[in-house]
Structure formats: structure tokens, C-alpha cells
């Protein structure tokens, strides 16, 4: 089922029950029945009815001895996503356009009608599900669903301070939870991109994106590569946004010029192996830092 879809059949009573599962999640791995039914001021008829419904819609999990109940990322989703709505954020949302390594993507809409992106992180889903499989040990999922919240919050606030500084980053719309919405760059990811008609100018400006981040944002992205990089062609111009900033570090951080010549270095290896471009690594992290004026 659409995940638009499965947030219509949550009713009201369910979404309280998905509100305080989620704000729990830090606290218990299970949060116990007892608790819910005190906070959720229901009796214990229709709060197992409404576990019941939320269970089949695959948005809580029930505890295989106790009687304790925790929220899927299923369930984040559509609180999330209700939010979003809720606060004028979105207004319609489209279709999956991708999987990441620790997030699931969608199109979607603004009220104003800007075409967008919801980014919702879902870190551990895979090594999740490969550690169920082989019965190691116990996993902790809550830390999965905390550890995916603070990534969205992170980009968020990493977004939100580089969009006033630089037009080469997704504009940032919002948050809640698990998910970031921004900005839908149409374009290809440039390690899928193989007929760039300036790569030179292309590298340029990703260097001097990077530059704008540590000197105006004061932040390094810590995490760089040619699958972090979308370009977008319009008119014939070819424009790289840099994406997929959670992991950023600040300028002040201990490890953040060890951090920003290896983002460098990445690019540049990129850069030399697929199209011949050559620029001296030293020379490039300097101008990154505001050492030298042009590269
Ligand atoms: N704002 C955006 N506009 C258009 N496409 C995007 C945007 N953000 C991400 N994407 C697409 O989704 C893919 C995954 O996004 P992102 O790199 O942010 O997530 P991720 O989970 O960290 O992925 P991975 O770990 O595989 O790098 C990108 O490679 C890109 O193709
Ligand atoms: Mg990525």
C-alpha cells in the first residue's frame, strides 16, 4: 500500500498511540502497555483494537512475550509525513524516486507548488534485517529510529545554513522526525554522469561550493564523493548541487581538516580518473580554506 495511503486509515485514537509509541522510542525498546493506557487515557478494549489496526497496517510491532509495543519506520513515516502536512510543509506527495544507502526518497509538493523531496532516513534498515537473519544477537531498533532522527535534523540545520550562502545545495523546506524535505534538484548523480561538456568548470564550482560552506557556514561535508554530487543541466549549463550532508562537521572540529582534504582528494581522483582533469590537492585545500583566492 502507498504510504499516502496507509496514513488515511490511522485514525485519530492511532495516531495518539503513534505519537507516544514515538516519543518513548528513546526511552524503551518496548514501551509497556500499561503506559500507553495511561497516557493514551483509553481503556484496555480499544487500545487493543487500535494496536490491532496499527499492527496490520505494519506501523507497530508487538513484543513476542510482553504485553509492549514499539513504532516500525513505517509508523515514523506516516507521523512524520502527517506533520508535514499538518504544518503546510507538503500538500501532496508522488512517488519514490530512490534508496539510498540509509534513506528511502519521494517526490512531493509544496502548497506553493514547488516540486520537493522528502528524505526519510532509515539508518540500520538493512543491516537491521541482515542481523535478524542470522539471530547474532539482539538489536536495539530504537537507537535505528533516534540515530535517523538526528541525521534528518542535522541535514536540516545543515541545509538551512548553507542555502543563505550558497545556491548549490537543495533549498530546505523542512523537517519532522525521521524526514527532511527539501528542494528536488532534476539532474544525475555525477558518478552516473559520463559526457560532462566542462568537467574542469563542473570541479570549480564544486570546490567553490565547498569553500562557501567553510568560510560562510563554517562547515565541512565530511563525507564527499562523486555519488554526493547531482548535476543538473538546464539551458546547457551543467550545475552541481552538493547533497547528503548529515555527517557534516564544524570548521572547529578536531577532525575536520583531516576530513576536508580526504573530501578533496575524492574529488579530485574522480575528476583525474574519468576525465583527465589535473589540480594539485595541497593548492585546491587551500583555496577551500580562503588560503589562496582562485584555483
Ligand atoms: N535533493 C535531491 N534532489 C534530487 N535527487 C536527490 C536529492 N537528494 C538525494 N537525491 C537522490 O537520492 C540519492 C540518495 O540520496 P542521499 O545521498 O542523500 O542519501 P543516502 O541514503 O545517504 O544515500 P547513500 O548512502 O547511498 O549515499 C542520491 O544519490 C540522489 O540521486
Ligand atoms: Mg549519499
Avoid at 5 to 31: F, W
Avoid at 125 to 143: A, E
Avoid at 225 to 230: A, T
Amino acid at each position: 500500500m502507498k504510504l499516502a495511503r496507509v496514513c488515511k486509515h490511522v485514525s485519530e485514537e492511532g495516531l495518539s498511540i503513534l505519537t507516544l509509541l514515538d516519543r518513548y522510542t528513546g526511552m524503551y525498546e518496548y514501551v509497556p502497555e500499561d503506559l500507553l493506557l495511561r497516557k493514551a487515557q483509553l481503556y484496555e478494549k480499544a487500545l487493543a483494537r487500535e494496536i490491532e489496526t496499527l499492527k496490520k497496517l505494519k506501523l507497530v510491532e508487538v513484543h513476542p512475550t510482553r504485553a509492549a509495543y514499539r513504532i516500525t519506520f513505517l509508523g515514523l513515516d506516516c507521523l512524520a509525513l502527517l506533520d508535514l502536512v499538518k504544518r503546510d510543509v507538503l500538500s501532496h506527495m508522488g512517488p519514490p524516486i530512490g534508496t539510498g544507502k540509509e534513506s528511502v526518497l519521494y517526490l512531493a509538493k509544496t502548497p506553493l507548488g514547488s516540486v520537493v523531496t522528502v528524505k526519510f532516513y532509515k539508518i540500520g534498515r538493512v543491516s537491521f534485517k541482515k542481523v535478524v537473519r542470522t539471530r547474532d544477537y539482539l538489536v536495539d531498533q530504537s537507537s535505528w529510529l533516534e540515530a535517523s532522527k538526528t541525521s534528518a535534523e542535522r541535514e536540516y540545520r545543515a541545509l538551512s545554513v548553507l542555502s543563505k550562502q550558497t545556491g548549490l545545495v537543495p533549498k530546505v523546506f523542512g523537517w519532522s522526525r525521521h524526514a527532511v524535505v527539501m528542494e528536488y534538484v532534476e539532474g544525475v548523480d555525477l558518478c552516473d554522469y559520463r559526457s560532462a561538456e566542462d568537467p574542469e568548470g563542473i570541479l570549480k564550482r564544486i570546490l567553490l561550493t565547498l569553500r562557501v560552506a567553510y568560510l560562510g557556514a563554517g562547515i565541512v561535508h565530511a563525507d564527499l564523493s562523486e555519488y554526493n554530487v547531482v548535476i543538473s543541466i538546464r539551458d546547457s549549463t551543467e550545475t552541481p548541487y552538493i547533497i547528503d550532508w548529515p555527517q557534516y562537521l564544524s570548521r572547529e572540529d578536531p577532525r575536520a581538516g583531516e576530513r576536508l582534504k580526504i573530501d578533496v582528494a575524492t574529488l579530485l581522483k574522480f575528476f583525474k580518473r574519468r576525465y583527465g582533469v589535473l589540480l594539485d590537492l595541497e593548492s585546491a585545500v587551500k583555496y577551500v580554506k580562503g588560503l589562496l583566492d582562485g584555483i
